[in-house]
């Protein structure tokens, strides 16, 4: 089972990269990453979302153009507000989904912009947010 959810995550991580083109915009989308590290925590916990995190982030760092690193470090972000379940704001999973996915996508873009940003990647915060 294990080695089949390794494999699940590396042709998820493998297919946001090469084969899943989104065209450019200003309005960020989620990615298959996110939201598969967000369901896997909304389904077994934070452990297993944590550890989801960790191999999704590595492999998505392996193929990215990014500092190594940054991709684990938001994903791993993703995992802790996706168990906003445990407040059960709704009753229903297939709505909280719909209700997570939205943030926990931007705490992704977020946490990777400013990494981005630290790490000397130019990225003007005013224009972009300006755009959308």
């Known amino acids: 089972m294990r ?3 390794v494999i699940l995550l590396a042709v998820a991580a493998t297919a946001v990269h090469t084969v ?3 065209p450019g915009g200003p309005v960020p989308r989620p990615d298959l990453p996110v ?3 967000m369901l896997w925590t909304l389904t077994l916990g934070l452990q297993p979302g944590l550890l989801a995190a960790v191999v999704m982030g590595l492999l998505t760092d392996s193929l990215s153009a990014a500092p190594f690193g940054v991709n684990t470090a938001a994903l791993m972000l993703v995992a802790p ?3 906003l379940r445990d407040r059960e704001v709704v009753e229903s999973r297939f ?8 943030l926990t996508t931007g705490v992704y ?3 990777s912009l ?3 940003q630290m790490a000397g990647w130019p990225f ?3 224009a972009h947010i300006a755009e959308t």
Do not use: E, F, H, K
């Open 35 to 37: 939201l598969l590290v």
């Open 124 to 126: 003007d915060w005013g």
């Open 95 to 102: 709505a909280l989904a719909l209700i997570l996915a939205p």
């Open 114 to 116: 400013t990494l981005l």
């Open 20 to 22: 899943m083109l989104r």
């Open 81 to 83: 507000v996706a168990l």
């Open 3 to 5: 080695t089949a959810v």
């Open 109 to 111: 873009y977020a946490v």
